[in-house]
């Protein structure tokens, strides 16, 4: 006899991103599908360093329980770089989380009920969709161009039924790479105010700009309505799991409360091991180094795209981030191409898991941040002469539905 699962797990259906991950990640599989940074350019011999010195000053203390809200000199170091960045924020309003999936999970078991409706991206960043559904919210998909999320198309959904929350990337977007323009960045949060609607502002890659000027981040603009996530997943390492949630002191603590129901607290090793490393380490410098590596492999991608795909293609062209979004030719569905890519050792995930309605078949991510130049064009290559014999042979069942 088997166990009944709840209704909740029974709602999260598995990330496509992560089962691709298992064929795609062979050693003979160029895999642009992953959100993966370069594993090269972790500053690995800092990093050691930063935990033998802590080991070695303040050891029982780093392998102790610590506070939930997180190590106070790691908050005070993120407090004062937001500042400089022009949001107002302090200790109170910050807590450290494992990543800002935990910030995505703790913002949402505290902001919304089951029914609630979550406005997202249309596509959105699929991980943060997984979480909505397991919570029984309605994920409300708003549409987005080049310029990221359509306020004023948010604001006639939320005429129609109100929505409770606004989730979006606005910098350099997982899947599309696009980034929500200045205006509508005003836009938005004067929605928000005005109608006390909360906004998760996730920012994962704003420290990834390549090109242009930084817009203003949302939670500068109001921070009485924004939760904003930070993580330093993408400049120093993902397996450290050390990110941040800043907002309003009354969210960030009902965040903080219902985290200890999950698992306490963060690493605390980790925590005073990342401080450590910012007191002793040129942080800024080497996001500069990540940037320069990024920007070459956009460059390399963007420029293998063109050479390598066929007519009727498309794609965004990122100022930053990780991801470059693909729109292949009509009639060719990247669901049934990605098995063929896959024998032709090159990986990418198709685009319709990341919209919560209806869903593009046509759309693939790529991920530019993990391979170099070189490969980058090879990986491109195959894809291209993959996409060019599906349009010698379109699928029937596609191309009529």
Same mark, same amino acid.
């Not at 987005?144 to 929350?165: C, F, K, N, W, Y």
């Not at 906004?199 to 203003?216: K, S, T």
């Given at each position: 006899m088997s166990l009944r699962l709840s209704l909740r797990a029974s709602r999260v259906a598995p990330s496509a991103v992560r089962e691709i991950l298992k064929v795609a990640e062979q050693p003979d599989v160029l895999s642009f599908a992953g959100g993966l940074p370069a594993p090269e350019l972790f500053p690995v011999e800092a990093i050691a360093r930063a935990h033998a010195e802590v080991l070695a000053r303040d050891g029982r203390a780093a392998l102790q329980y610590s506070t939930t809200?997180?190590?106070?000199?790691?908050?005070?170091?993120?407090?004062?770089?937001?500042?400089?960045?022009?949001?107002?924020?302090?200790?109170?309003?910050?807590?450290?989380?494992?990543?800002?999936?935990?910030?995505?999970?703790?913002?949402?078991?505290?902001?919304?009920?089951?029914?609630?409706?979550?406005?997202?991206?249309?596509?959105?960043?699929?991980?943060?969709?997984?979480?909505?559904?397991?919570?029984?919210?309605?994920?409300?998909?708003?549409?987005?161009?080049?310029?990221?999320?359509?306020?004023?198309?948010?604001?006639?959904?939320?005429?129609?039924?109100?929505?409770?929350?606004? /989730?979006?990337?606005?910098? #350099?977007?997982?899947?599309?790479?696009?980034? %929500? $323009? @200045?205006?509508?960045?005003?836009?938005? +949060? =004067?929605?928000?105010?005005?109608?006390?609607?909360?906004?998760?502002?996730?920012?994962? /890659?704003?420290?990834?700009? #390549?090109?242009?000027?930084?817009?203003?981040? %949302? $939670? @500068?603009?109001?921070?009485?309505?924004? +939760? =904003?996530?930070?993580?330093?997943?993408?400049?120093?390492?993902?397996?450290?799991?050390?990110?941040?949630?800043?907002?309003?002191?009354?969210?960030?603590?009902?965040?903080?409360? @219902?985290?200890?129901?999950?698992?306490?607290?963060?690493?605390?090793?980790?925590?005073?091991?990342?401080?450590?490393?910012?007191?002793?380490?040129?942080?800024?410098?080497?996001?500069?180094?990540?940037r320069a590596s990024y920007r070459a492999r956009r460059d390399a991608m963007l420029a293998s795209l063109q050479v390598h795909m066929p007519a009727g293609t498309r794609w965004t062209r990122p100022q930053g981030g990780m991801f470059v979004w693909v729109e292949l030719p009509d009639g060719v569905s990247a669901d049934e191409l990605l098995p063929v890519a896959l024998q032709q050792k090159v990986a990418f995930v198709p685009g319709s898991p990341f919209f919560a309605e209806r869903p593009r078949h046509e759309t693939l991510r790529l991920n530019f941040s993990n391979r170099p130049p070189e490969l980058i064009d090879v990986g491109m290559a195959r894809l291209g002469r993959v996409v060019t014999s599906r349009l010698l042979q379109p699928s029937p069942d596609y191309a009529a539905g």
């Open positions: 809200e997180g190590f106070l000199p790691l908050r005070s170091w993120i407090c004062a770089h937001l500042r400089g960045q022009g949001m107002d924020v302090d200790e109170d309003r910050t807590l450290i989380t494992a990543g800002s999936q935990m910030g995505i999970e703790l913002a949402t078991r505290v902001l919304l009920d089951p029914g609630d409706r979550v406005a997202v991206e249309s596509p959105s960043y699929l991980a943060a969709l997984q979480v909505f559904g397991s919570h029984g919210a309605e994920c409300v998909a708003v549409p987005a161009d080049e310029q990221g999320m359509r306020v004023d198309d948010l604001e006639r959904i939320h005429r129609r039924r109100p929505v409770r929350m606004v /989730y979006l990337v606005p910098n #350099f977007q997982n899947p599309t790479g696009t980034t %929500l $323009a @200045a205006e509508r960045r005003h836009a938005l +949060v =004067r929605f928000a105010s005005r109608e006390g609607i909360a906004v998760i502002e996730d920012d994962p /890659y704003g420290a990834l700009r #390549f090109d242009g000027e930084p817009a203003p981040a %949302l $939670a @500068a603009l109001d921070a009485s309505v924004v +939760v =904003r996530l930070g993580t330093f997943s993408k400049t120093l390492a993902p397996g450290l799991r050390v990110a941040w949630a800043s907002g309003p002191k009354d969210i960030i603590r009902a965040m903080t409360v @219902a985290r200890q129901s999950i698992d306490l607290h963060s690493s605390t090793l980790a925590q005073r091991a990342v401080a450590r490393l910012l007191e002793q380490f040129d942080y800024e410098a080497h996001v500069q180094t990540i």
